[in-house]
């Protein structure tokens, strides 16, 4: 069973503090997004890492792909109420013409006013 | 906005109904999924259509019975289920010719079996 663990599994923090959500897995993956979920809505894409190593910024996200491509993560500067929400890490395998994502855990997180 | 429309948004049934959810998305994509979620949990693969033809079931009990009727459409017919089937049930899209696996969902069909 291929898993992808996210920790930490809640987080609540103050607004203006940093933070930093890992994604692991002893699975290689040709790909790697995460994606934010606001209560009651479905999933957004925040971005997409394919290349180990490979840093990506997204204003005040950044996200990392680990260099054996098995390992994520995701660091949030000054974070504010509106980063609320369940962050979920997916990886994806290269298969023909559908994309089966294994979807990590997930990270609750609460940012405070 | 979301690019994928489900509906309805809310729905409430009995064990006894059937009832459908519905799922459209217009951005030429060829594949499309059901997923379950429940609350504060990641979602979980019920169906892949890819061309309109079921590629993957991930042995999912047959009172949930997805239709794809054309490449912009995706049904889940619901019949006899349980309040444990409760839960978020979300659309998802993406284009095949992209294997770099990202997923456009939909805002979910919350819903309530009592």
């Known amino acids: 069973t291929q898993l992808l663990e996210q920790s930490p599994q809640f987080l609540s923090i103050q607004e203006g503090e940093n933070l930093t959500v890992y994604c692991n897995s002893s699975?290689?993956?040709?790909?790697l997004q995460w994606y934010r979920q606001e209560p009651g809505e479905g999933p957004v894409l925040l971005v997409t890492?394919?290349?180990?190593?490979e840093v990506k910024k997204l204003k005040r996200l950044t996200f990392q792909f680990g260099d054996a491509r098995k390992d994520s993560s995701l660091h949030i500067t000054a974070a504010q109420p509106g980063d609320t929400g369940l962050y979920l890490c997916?990886?994806?395998?290269?298969?023909?013409?559908?994309?089966?994502?294994?979807f990590g855990t997930g990270t609750l997180l609460a940012v405070q006013p | 906005d979301t690019e994928v429309t489900q509906t309805p948004k809310h729905l409430v049934m009995g064990m006894t109904n059937k009832k459908s959810l519905k799922c459209e998305q217009h951005?030429?994509?060829?594949?499309m999924y059901w997923y379950k979620q429940k609350a504060k949990k990641p979602p979980e693969l019920m169906f892949v259509?890819?061309?309109?033809?079921?590629?993957i079931n991930e042995s999912v009990p047959s009172r949930f019975s997805p239709e794809c009727p054309n490449s912009s459409l995706l049904n889940l017919h619901l019949h006899a289920l349980q309040p444990e089937d409760s839960a978020l049930y979300l659309c998802?899209?993406?284009?095949?010719?992209?294997?770099?696996?990202?997923?456009?969902f939909g805002e979910g069909s919350r819903l309530t079996v009592l």
């Open positions: 997916a990886g994806a395998k290269y298969g023909g013409a559908t994309n089966k994502l294994i």
């Open positions: 699975s290689v993956f040709s790909s």
């Open positions: 259509y890819s061309y309109e033809k079921l590629s």
């Open positions: 951005m030429g994509h060829r594949a």
């Open positions: 890492v394919v290349t180990g190593g």
């Open positions: 998802a899209s993406s284009h095949p010719a992209r294997n770099t696996g990202e997923l456009f």
